[in-house]
């Protein structure tokens, strides 16, 4: 029997934990169906009397040892990320990039602004409403990206564990720049890990194939450089147009452009 996963909406088998496309944990391991082998029923046999055979001190001891009729299913890792999954993760790291420009553009404004004499601001007058419409638009392709965000399973934990593990990063950046004394990088050490842990395991479920997502985007990209070299090949003997060439090359760019975001993303 066949069901579709809630997140993805990809068609999954109904006996699945986890989705086999992104790692969705399907239902609780209670709720999946227990199957029952159906025993053979034999009628009774007369009792024959027999001489009790003595058992032996190790014999008496030992328990029955009882096998499992049906050994533990192993879980499927996905062979393929869903593209509703790369594009939601694609969504928020151009969002964070906007939020960057934003930023710097402000600041630049501030910087013009609070620095410069009369002169200096006359001289570039025409800047600031440059940086202003640039603003703009920025705003309104941060708008439209919005639009398109929807919530991904966990994500305010993978949030929690990203923030968790740069601290943990900066404390290992200053502890070797000896601002921070041993006993105090310790401490504080054991303290992050503690927390680390305890993130992990609450995602576990969900998220047990985030791992195995890195490989699947790093084999990607090299799938996608590898098509940008046969297509130079195809240039070169003439199959595609110079314009047909670059068309094509600066559409693989973007793919791998896409995919190299995402996993940075990941690995953070």
Same mark, same amino acid.
């Given at each position: 029997?066949?069901?579709?996963?809630?997140?993805?909406?990809?068609?999954?088998?109904?006996?699945?934990?986890?989705?086999?496309?992104?790692?969705?944990?399907?239902?609780?391991?209670?709720?999946?169906?227990?199957?029952?082998?159906?025993?053979?029923?034999?009628?009774?046999?007369?009792?024959?009397?027999?001489?009790?055979?003595?058992?032996?001190?190790?014999?008496?001891? %030992?328990?029955?040892?009882?096998?499992?009729?049906?050994?533990?299913?192993?879980?499927?890792?996905?062979? %393929?990320?869903?593209?509703?999954?790369?594009?939601?993760?694609?969504?928020?790291?151009?969002?964070?990039?906007?939020?960057?420009?934003?930023?710097?553009?402000?600041?630049?404004?501030?910087?013009?602004?609070?620095?410069?004499?009369?002169?200096?601001?006359?001289?570039?007058?025409?800047?600031?409403?440059?940086?202003?419409?640039?603003?703009?638009?920025?705003?309104?392709?941060?708008?439209?990206?919005?639009?398109?965000?929807?919530?991904?399973?966990?994500?305010?934990?993978?949030?929690?564990?990203?923030?968790?593990?740069?601290?943990?990063?900066?404390?290992?950046?200053?502890?070797?720049?000896?601002?921070?004394?041993?006993?105090?990088?310790?401490?504080?050490?054991?303290?992050?890990?503690?927390?680390?842990?305890?993130?992990?395991?609450?995602?576990?479920?969900?998220?047990?194939?985030?791992?195995?997502?890195?490989?699947?985007?790093?084999?990607?990209?090299?799938?996608?450089?590898?098509?940008?070299?046969?297509?130079?090949?195809?240039?070169?003997?003439?199959?595609?147009?110079?314009?047909?060439?670059?068309?094509?090359?600066?559409?693989?760019?973007?793919?791998?452009? %896409?995919?190299?975001?995402?996993?940075?993303?990941?690995?953070?």
């Amino acid at each position: 029997m066949e069901i579709k996963c809630s997140f993805c909406k990809k068609t999954i088998s109904i006996e699945d934990n986890y989705c086999p496309y992104c790692g969705f944990k399907i239902k609780e391991e209670e709720e999946k169906p227990i199957k029952i082998s159906e025993e053979k029923v034999t009628q009774p046999q007369p009792e024959t009397k027999q001489a009790p055979v003595p058992l032996k001190p190790e014999q008496e001891k %030992k328990p029955k040892e009882i096998k499992p009729e049906v050994a533990p299913k192993e879980e499927k890792k996905p062979e %393929k990320i869903p593209e509703e999954i790369i594009e939601q993760y694609y969504i928020r790291v151009k969002i964070k990039q906007y939020d960057k420009k934003l930023k710097e553009h402000k600041e630049k404004i501030d910087s013009f602004l609070s620095e410069l004499n009369e002169q200096e601001l006359e001289e570039i007058k025409d800047e600031i409403p440059k940086l202003k419409e640039a603003i703009d638009k920025l705003k309104q392709k941060r708008k439209e990206l919005l639009a398109d965000k929807k919530p991904l399973p966990q994500e305010d934990l993978l949030e929690k564990r990203k923030r968790l593990r740069k601290q943990i990063s900066n404390l290992k950046n200053q502890f070797h720049l000896k601002e921070i004394e041993p006993h105090v990088y310790e401490k504080l050490k054991k303290e992050y890990d503690d927390k680390l842990k305890k993130l992990n395991d609450k995602l576990q479920d969900k998220y047990y194939f985030e791992e195995n997502w890195q490989k699947l985007l790093t084999r990607d990209i090299e799938k996608q450089e590898e098509q940008l070299r046969i297509l130079e090949g195809r240039l070169k003997v003439g199959e595609l147009t110079k314009k047909s060439y670059e068309n094509k090359k600066n559409e693989i760019n973007k793919k791998i452009e %896409k995919l190299s975001l995402l996993l940075e993303e990941l690995k953070l």
